[in-house]
């Protein structure tokens, strides 16, 4: 998972392209990239690190031009690869080129070992670089048109900037698994995965860039064509169930008000008998408090977090995952006390994080601990760009509800529905969302579920 911002036509162009990484920072923190073009040429800077650690004043000053693409990336394997930072930039026949991906392709592997079979030689080992060297081999005439011979060759999820001395192409994969929206400041256009980053500089949303569709932009203005064979849209459901930040508006919807349904519609399916519904911060607190509502027992703050520390998953081994939890988290003793306790968390994977905190929280005092999850069983892993671990390490793939109650130690233990899923985005036949971790039904051919290991880091966009 990454996020990616792009800005064309404003002298600010790398501030603001620092600014919306920063917005989007809770999308990757692996590394950070900005790539500006000042209507010649480009300036550089990628970096291991967060946005605020990797910009100073005197590398934004230097990154001249009206122009810039940014890229923020999601560790997973916990190897810092300085070499994947993106965004990419290359040399090539039709001149410069940088390219920021969020996605990841489903046949990369193929169509890599056929371009090293050709003699491509690739300098780090994400799935983006195929892409360049598929544009590379295009015989097509204009950039735009190398864009779309190669992409008609990949398979999967992407949202793509490109940008080259004197435009930014912007791309999104016809099934629009990622998000990408289109927005104005000024005279400027603005890319970003998620609307925070234009409210941050008070740029104002458009609308997606649609599931299929190219949006060109230079100094003539902006050009729109769909030139994929239109697919079925199959956005990517775990984006509003975890992913993005709750302030966005993801496909047109916002983001906290649809977790709040998952909660109610949650508490209508899995009541519990208890005096106290609390939220595992962030992502479980938008669902704890519709469960709230819905239920009408009463919210509160059992579980602070510490803003320190990054998001436990990203931690590279079990070890450190397990320890991380604990610094992430603490529990109020005062809240808990006595209390018979809904805990509301938006997903389980493995049921190490879930252990934890059922834990912690009766240590802390509860009397009763029952633990709610605002999605479905994650029992599928995900191709598309969100990382999940092989089948066999998703619990839920491998035990049933109760067997996972009794792991996480829990009093009870209930999830919400597939169809409770949908109805809550708007979506009760699944047929416009992505809900392949929950259903194990792939939107796109993926080869063999059950033996290949799904999006790792090398492979991440
Ligand atoms: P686990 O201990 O493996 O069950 O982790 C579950 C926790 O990880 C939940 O609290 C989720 O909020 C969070 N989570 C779920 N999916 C992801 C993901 N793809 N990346 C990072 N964190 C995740």
């Known amino acids: 998972m990454c996020g990616i911002f792009g800005i064309f036509g404003n002298s600010e162009a790398s501030n603001l392209t620092y600014l919306g990484l920063h917005a989007l920072q809770h999308r990757g923190q692996e590394s950070a990239g900005i790539v500006s073009a000042d209507g010649r040429t480009f300036h550089v800077r990628r970096e291991m690190g967060l946005v605020q650690d990797v910009f100073g004043a005197r590398h934004l000053e230097a990154l001249a031009g009206r122009a810039a693409i940014g890229h923020v990336r999601y560790s997973t394997s916990g190897v810092s690869q300085h070499k994947n930072a993106q965004p990419l930039t290359v040399e090539y026949s039709l ?89 104005k400041l000024r005279d400027a256009t603005v890319f970003a995965s998620e609307t925070t980053a234009l409210d941050l500089m008070g740029a104002t949303l458009l609308r997606e860039v649609d599931p299929g569709e190219m949006v060109v932009v230079d100094d003539m203005g902006m050009r729109s064509s769909r030139p994929f064979p239109a697919d079925r849209p199959t956005r990517c459901v775990f984006e509003h169930v975890y992913f993005a930040k709750p302030d966005s508006d993801l496909f047109g919807a916002s983001v906290y008000m649809t977790r709040q349904r998952f909660g109610m519609q949650l508490a209508l399916e899995q009541p519990a008998a208890a005096d106290l519904v609390i939220g595992v911060p962030d992502s479980g607190i938008p669902a704890a408090i519709g469960y709230s509502k819905a239920s009408g027992i009463p919210y509160d703050v059992g579980l602070i977090r510490s803003h320190y520390v990054g998001r436990t998953f990203i931690e590279p081994q079990q070890s450190i995952r397990h320890f991380g939890v604990k610094l992430k988290l603490a529990a109020v003793r005062e809240v808990l006390k006595g209390k018979r306790v809904v805990v509301v968390d938006d997903s389980i994977v493995r049921g190490t994080t879930s252990r934890k905190i059922v834990t912690m929280i009766k240590a802390a005092g509860a009397s009763e601990v029952h633990m709610r999850i605002s999605s479905p069983p994650t029992r599928w892993p995900c191709y598309y760009g969100i990382d999940t671990p092989r089948r066999a390490e998703l619990i839920a793939a491998t035990q049933p509800v109760e067997e996972i109650a009794r792991f996480i130690t829990a009093d009870s233990l209930g999830y919400l529905s597939v169809e409770g899923l949908g109805a809550a985005v708007g979506d009760p036949e699944s047929k416009t969302f992505c809900m392949a971790c929950f259903t194990g039904k792939y939107p796109t051919p993926i080869r063999n579920v059950e033996d290949e290991a799904p999006v790792r880091a090398a492979a991440r966009g």
């Open 95 to 183: 001149g410069k080129l940088a390219v920021a991906h969020n996605g990841n392709l489903t046949n990369a592997p193929q169509l890599r070992a056929e371009l090293e079979q050709q003699g491509a030689i690739f300098g780090g080992d994400s799935d983006t670089e195929v892409i360049i060297h598929l544009m590379a081999r295009s015989r097509a005439p204009t950039l735009a048109k190398q864009m779309v011979e190669a992409l008609a060759k990949v398979q999967g999820s992407y949202s793509l900037l490109f940008l080259t001395p004197t435009a930014i192409v912007a791309v999104r994969d016809p099934h629009g698994f990622r998000p990408l929206v289109l927005g």
